[in-house]
């Protein structure tokens, strides 16, 4: 029996956060044991806002870096950067001419976004990256959070509509139901999920390279209410309730017998800064030693894009015949 096969990415628009690690890193590494993962760092999908091309190469390799210091295994799973294979660019377009420019445009991230002048049109069409992203690896499983959902029924769409006018091709990928309910929230604000993209310094944001100093102060000041009783209600009480899901995720245990447990906010921001800062602490050690050594981070990802150019060569093959542009 074959493997199943994931694929997910995380776009370099900002330092990683704890909601990606949670939400999406982790799981990652979790499931790399388990099922064929090709796990990728969507740099492309960084350039749909605006960007410095400097910092851009800065957050690529961290990010590169952090997947591999968070413990995915070159020889377990495929990790790799988007740009390194150009497979990805190649199939968005063959997608593009597939999408309808209806179904772009109710994409909620261009909703939000796209009516600002100086919108670039790749914020438009850049579903049609990610499903190629997803599509050109016959991926089954999208691990991804709740926001990422609606990119991944367009996926789907895609790939049945391509089947349909022009032969089997792709695999339909599944909508993946555990995803919809991990989501961090921001620390200052938490009817509101913890952003990369907010600025370096937003105090809400935990980063995975927050010194321990930053992560307790940014947990001692996260808003709670005047209630004063730690219990985990999400509705009522989001700000608490988050802390205690961000404490359940690390420990293990469910938050609602966590909240028994604890008896001040104090105690309850100093737990989970405490946790967070000890899961945090190797990833960071490894991260800082795979920057400081570019051969070696090098040798990693390139095991990683052949492994990735290998798998995709033949699909994109096959769309390419399946539309009649080879001869
Ligand atoms: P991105 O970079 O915004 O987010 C990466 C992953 O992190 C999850 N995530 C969170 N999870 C929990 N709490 C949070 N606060 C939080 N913030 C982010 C996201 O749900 C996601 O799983 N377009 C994608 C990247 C991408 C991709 C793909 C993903 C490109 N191609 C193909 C899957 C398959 C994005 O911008 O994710």
């Known amino acids: 029996m074959t493997m199943q096969r994931d694929l997910s990415g995380i776009t370099p628009s900002g330092h990683l956060t704890l909601g990606n690690y949670l939400g999406a890193l982790r799981r990652f590494v979790e499931r790399q044991h388990t099922v064929d993962g090709f796990y990728f760092v969507a740099d492309l999908h960084a350039l749909t806002t605006k960007h410095d091309p400097a910092k851009h190469r800065e957050l690529t390799t ?28 190649q199939l968005a377009y063959l997608l593009e001419c597939t999408a309808h420019v209806g179904e772009l445009s109710r994409m909620i991230q261009f909703k939000e976004k796209g009516g600002r002048p100086g919108t670039r049109a790749s914020l438009f069409t850049y579903p049609c990256l990610m499903a190629a992203d997803i599509l050109l690896y016959g991926a089954q499983r999208v691990p991804v959070g709740g926001d990422q959902s609606q990119h991944v ?29 991990a989501r961090v929230l921001d620390l200052q604000d938490p009817t509101r999920k913890m952003s990369k993209s907010d600025s370096d310094d937003a105090a809400g944001v935990v980063r995975l390279l927050d010194t321990p100093d930053v992560i307790r102060r940014k947990f001692r000041r996260a808003v709670t209410d005047s209630e004063g009783e730690v219990r985990y209600d999400p509705h009522a009480k989001p700000g608490v309730s988050n802390l205690l899901d961000i404490l359940a995720a690390l420990t293990g245990q469910g938050p609602v017998s966590l909240a028994t447990t604890i008896t001040g906010y104090g105690q309850l921001k100093d737990a989970v800064a405490d946790a967070v800062i000890a899961e945090l602490r190797p990833l960071q050690e490894r991260h800082d030693e795979l920057v400081a050594d570019r051969p070696e981070l090098a040798r990693l990802l390139d095991i990683g894009r052949q492994r990735a150019r290998e798998t995709s060569t033949p699909v994109l093959d096959q769309a390419q015949q399946a539309m009649g542009i080879t001869r």
């Open 153 to 181: 029924e367009l996926t789907r769409d895609l790939a049945v509509r391509f089947n349909t006018l022009y032969g089997p091709t792709f695999v339909v990928p599944e909508l993946e139901p555990t995803a919809l309910t």
């Open 62 to 89: 961290s990010t590169a870096a952090l997947f591999l210091a968070a413990g995915l295994d070159p020889q377990r799973a495929t990790v790799f950067v988007q740009s390194d294979v150009p497979a990805h660019v």
